[in-house]
């Protein structure tokens, strides 16, 4: 990963700090550059707009996410375990942003539902690391799917409902317990589909 420069990294702090205290209509890129201690032309040098900026300031908590799911997808563990741990990780990181950051998650969803840049590329990277698991497991016989294609599939497809922003959003009221039920019972189904040959 390149490193960001000084004055780069600074606008990024101050940035994330105004996007979590005052959310997305309030954040200004004047506002940032005035506590960076610069001009806001200075700012566009380093992000041509207002929502690149915010983007950016996504992309750093998504890319944090993405080395806590390498480093379960590249530990010891059977596939099947690896496989569980990976959906359970990438649920509690979007549900905890929703309910410990909202502002961010705000900005996280948009990013998702305008398809910007940043959540292409997210959504690439993190569906290499369950094409990943599932590779190891049809490798040492753990799962033994009709098509490999389709098995990752039924993956993404069974687990959008707890992963994607706007699900989480939308119930947001509901019971923790209620959905930490729900998901391993999926995360159960989807194990045995992958090891019987169903898909």
């Known amino acids: 990963m390149p490193q960001r420069e000084p004055s780069e990294t600074r606008i990024l702090t101050v940035?994330?700090?105004?996007?979590?205290?005052f959310g997305l209509k309030r954040f200004t890129v004047v506002a940032v550059a005035e506590e960076a201690g610069m001009t806001h032309a200075n700012v566009y040098r380093y992000f041509p707009s207002r929502v690149a900026l915010i983007d950016a300031v996504v992309d750093v908590w998504l890319k944090a996410t993405e080395r806590r799911l390498a480093d379960i997808a590249d530990g010891p563990d059977p596939?099947?375990?690896?496989?569980?741990?990976l959906i359970l990780a990438l649920a509690k990181a979007n549900r905890d942003l929703l309910q410990e950051?909202?502002?961010l998650f705000a900005a996280l969803s948009l990013a998702v539902?305008?398809?910007?840049?940043?959540?292409?590329r997210n959504r690439t990277r993190v569906r290499a690391l369950f094409e990943r698991v599932v590779?190891?497991?049809?490798?040492?016989?753990v799962f033994e799917p009709r098509d490999r294609d389709r098995a990752i599939a039924f993956v993404i497809d069974a687990t959008n409902r707890f992963i994607h922003p706007a699900s989480l959003a939308l119930e947001a009221d509901?019971?923790?317990?209620?959905?930490?039920?729900?998901l391993a019972t999926l995360i159960r189904v989807i194990l045995r589909v992958l090891g019987s040959g169903i898909v």
């Open 113 to 120: 539902a305008k398809r910007h840049a940043i959540s292409r």
């Open 101 to 103: 950051d909202p502002h």
């Open 79 to 85: 596939a099947d375990d690896k496989l569980e741990r």
């Open 135 to 141: 590779d190891e497991g049809i490798a040492t016989g």
């Open 15 to 21: 940035a994330s700090e105004h996007l979590r205290k």
């Open 174 to 182: 509901v019971p923790q317990a209620s959905v930490d039920t729900r």
